[in-house]
């Protein structure tokens, strides 16, 4: 099962990536977690980019597919990985788009959103006195945790619609890059989070042949 996620901040994509790795037992690799691992180490992958990011400069597509590539030569990826973040092109995408290269990808979840949503949900999120995160709609806080901390700067209406845009500007050409091959699939994330793993998992089992 070679698997890529995508889906806007405020979609839930963490939870459901952490979902669908427990549930059919493949590692769960984003890209922040594989430039914080390679930089730790001091890999030469890891000095590379740290260099880029010393200079505030953007790590080279090229690189970040390395550090991909060799993360998935590893054996606990042998029968499959849950890709997040990656690829974030149509450039990265080309990139990895070589099986013979240590790459597959079988199929692409597209947690989809309307915009109106997804603002809510990101410009509602607040801190409680504990440093707990809550939402004011979704989540609220329980009455020892009040009152509310004031809200982070990215995380008013206008950070959260910007985010979004941009989002939607860099991902809508891969969404077309992936429909056009027919791996794409796209699953409605406007629903509980319950909801949302049961679509999740109708669509993989369909298209896997799990019964």
């Known amino acids: 099962m070679y698997i890529a996620l ?3 901040p405020g979609a839930g994509k963490g939870t459901q990536a952490g979902a669908i790795s427990e ?3 493949i590692p769960h690799i984003s890209t922040g977690d594989l430039f914080r691992e390679n930089i730790k180490n001091q890999t ?3 000095q590379l980019a740290q260099s880029y990011m010393n200079e505030g400069e953007l790590v080279p597509d090229e690189v970040t597919i390395d550090m991909l590539k060799d993360r998935l030569s590893h054996d606990d990826c042998l029968n499959g990985y849950l890709l997040d973040g990656v690829p974030r092109t149509v450039i990265q995408a080309n990139l990895l788009a070589h099986p013979e290269d240590g790459v597959t990808i079988d199929v692409v ?7 109106e949503k997804l603002i809510e949900r990101l410009s509602g999120r607040v801190e409680g006195q ?16 009040l009152p509310y901390k004031p809200q982070r700067d990215d995380d008013t209406p206008e950070a959260a619609a910007n985010r979004v845009k941009v989002y939607n500007e860099q991902t809508a050409p891969l969404i077309e890059y ?5 791996l794409l699939k796209t699953v409605n994330a ?4 319950e909801e949302v793993q ?6 993989l089992d369909e298209h896997f042949g799990i019964d």
């Open 23 to 25: 549930a059919y037992g």
């Open 6 to 8: 995508f889906g806007p």
């Open 190 to 193: 406007d629903q509980s989070i």
């Open 178 to 182: 992936y429909e056009e091959r027919g």
């Open 130 to 145: 504990s440093g707990a995160i809550y939402h004011k709609v979704f989540n609220p806080a329980p009455a020892w945790d």
């Open 44 to 46: 030469k992958l890891g």
């Open 109 to 115: 979840l597209n947690l989809a959103i309307p915009d």
């Open 198 to 203: 049961a679509e999740i998992k109708k669509t």
